[in-house]
T-cell receptor, first 114, second 110 residues
Framework: DTEVTQTPKHLVMGMTNKKSLKCEQH?????MYWYKQKAKKPPELMFV???????INESVPSRFSPECPNSSLLNLHLHALQPEDSALYLC?????????????FGPGTRLTVT | GDSVTQMEGPVTLSEEAFLTINCTYT??????LFWYVQYPGEGLQLLLK?????DKGSNKGFEATYRKETTSFHLEKGSVQVSDSAVYFC?????????FGAGTILRVKS
């Protein structure tokens, strides 16, 4: 099983809402990632979890709050977002931390902030 | 700073045409290099990779060779198919992270 799953597929939320994005992998990978991708742009790294601990935070605003409850799950909690946060949010995992390892990407959650 | 530069698209080809998408990088040292592909409505998939100079990565008919002297990692395919239509991202390893190029849209028409 080389699949990374993400839920929901689509999400529309108002600026005062609180919502969460979920990501799951069952490949035994020890590194998990959140990326943000705007239309026609490359993915931008947001967070990296290594062995369930946050290892990289790319100066992401605090309205995005990541959580790694266990080695298979990764959440991204959203609160008080802005319209410019509308994007495709991609989760990825890799066998170990370190960019030389292949990252497996999920299909993404398309977020619209109204 | 360290960066990846790809040729701008979109690239439009007829089926069975030869494909080249140029990619060059700027980095200190010799980073690992990757090509990822993103089909419409999907996440990214690793297409191929090379970890040292003169390595050739290949997969599904696509090839790229790590050229240290020209700091390049150009993607090639001898005969494209309509199903190859996608966005292609060149990327390199930098400080335990992936740095992506801007992406090149490929459209193949039958």
């Amino acid at each position: 099983d080389t699949e990374v799953t993400q839920t929901p597929k689509h999400l529309v939320m108002g600026m005062t809402n609180k919502k969460s994005l979920k990501c799951e992998q069952h490949m035994g990978h020890r590194a998990m990632y959140w990326y943000k991708q705007k239309a026609k742009k490359p993915p931008e790294l947001m967070f990296v979890y290594s062995y369930e601990k946050l290892s990289i935070n790319e100066s992401v605003p605090s309205r995005f709050s990541p959580e790694c409850p266990n080695s298979s799950l990764l959440n991204l909690h959203l609160h008080a977002l802005q319209p410019e946060d509308s994007a495709l949010y991609l989760c990825a995992s890799s066998q170990d931390p370190g960019a030389t390892y292949e990252q497996y990407f999920g299909p993404g959650t398309r977020l619209t902030v109204t | 700073g360290d960066s990846v530069t790809q040729m701008e698209g979109p690239v439009t080809l007829s089926e069975e045409a030869f494909l080249t998408i140029n990619c060059t990088y700027t980095a200190t040292g010799y980073p690992s290099l990757f090509w990822y592909v993103q089909y419409p409505g999907e996440g990214l998939q690793l297409l191929l990779k090379a970890t040292k100079a003169d390595d050739k990565g290949s997969n599904k008919g696509f090839e790229a060779t790590y050229r240290k002297e020209t700091t390049s990692f150009h993607l090639e395919k001898g005969s494209v198919q309509v199903s190859d239509s996608a966005v292609y991202f060149c990327a390199m390893e930098y400080g335990n992270k992936l740095v992506f190029g801007a992406g090149t849209i490929l459209r193949v028409k039958s």
